[in-house]
């Protein structure tokens, strides 16, 4: 007589822990740099509505319209802001310059129309062309065209992502570059 048996073996037990940890150390080890990758694909995205839309502002309003990154703390305060010369620090904002000299001043007129979050600290973003990307009412750029690197490690260059800028005031997502960020 045979004797009925319930349960699992003990190779059929390890052999099934076996695969799962396989299967988890695979998941785990490409998720962080899929969510790198994610993450520059989001922001230049973004960047790339934020700065379609202040195109569309500047033609639709036949006004000039600036897209820089300006201090955070003088943006949630509505202060006047100047636009830094490095786009990693602070955030990237778009407002209605009534006086055109390229400074946020709310007692001049000046209005901000949008604002995007901060990058992540250990990101960063480059631009090649100047400190602000300034819209005349035709929609053309009167500042000069460039391409955004924006960088989600500061370790590595594998996830690097790019978005080009050009005079006629579009912007076209390029995708993965070669381009390192300084």
Not at 16 to 24: D, E, W
Not at 57 to 84: M, P, R, Y
Request: aromatic share 8%.
């Amino acid at each position: 007589m045979k004797s009925l048996q319930r349960g699992f073996t003990l190779l059929e037990l390890m052999v099934t822990l076996a695969i799962v940890g396989i299967v988890a150390v695979i998941a785990l080890w490409d998720s962080s740099d899929m969510l790198e990758n994610d993450r520059a694909e989001s922001y230049l995205l973004e960047l790339k509505r934020t700065l379609s839309f202040a195109r569309a502002k500047a033609t639709s309003s036949d006004a000039i319209i600036v897209v820089c990154s300006g201090n955070t703390g003088n943006i949630e305060n509505n202060s006047t802001n100047q636009c830094l010369d490095n786009w990693n620090n602070g955030s990237v904002f778009v407002f209605f310059d009534s006086n055109q000299n390229g400074v946020y001043n709310p007692d001049d007129g000046d209005i901000i129309l949008r604002v995007m979050e901060e990058i992540p600290e250990n990101s960063q973003l480059n631009f090649t062309g100047d400190n602000s990307i300034i819209f005349d009412t035709s929609g053309m750029l009167t500042s000069n065209e460039g391409k955004f690197t924006y960088c989600p490690s500061k370790a590595d260059n594998d996830n690097n992502k790019q978005l080009e800028v050009f005079t006629s005031g579009t912007a076209l997502y390029v995708g993965t570059t070669t381009d390192v960020c300084n």
